[in-house]
């Protein structure tokens, strides 16, 4: 099985082709880097997702958050279902934690609000 990938670690956007069979990377070309090597085994094998919404604050509007670190793709909704719920107490600085281990992560604020 071939798949195509385009690179996303750097801004080259090297266009990649990955060889698989039995669900493992055989072969990857078009990477100019062992960083693209890296990547297209990782997301042929293992993909990994930053998850960036916002989640209401007590007085209704909205804040920035990320996840600290990756996780899963395939657990992006049930992590949004998560950050949907949560309601922020202000104040709100850059890098407050909202929500502790959420598939191996916390949700963080990544903007002010007072």
Known sequence: MERKL?????????PLTVELAD???VKVTGNTCK????????ECTNP?????STVICTDGCP????TEGTIPKDKVFECMEIINKIVAP???RIGDVLATDVFGTNIVATANRD
């Open 35 to 42: 960083r693209g090597e890296a990547y297209a085994n990782n």
């Open 63 to 66: 804040v920035a958050v990320k």
């Open 6 to 14: 385009t690179c996303i670690i750097c801004p080259l956007g090297c």
């Open 23 to 25: 669900g493992k990377v």
């Open 48 to 52: 990994q997702r930053t998850v960036t």
């Open 90 to 92: 202000l104040p709100v």
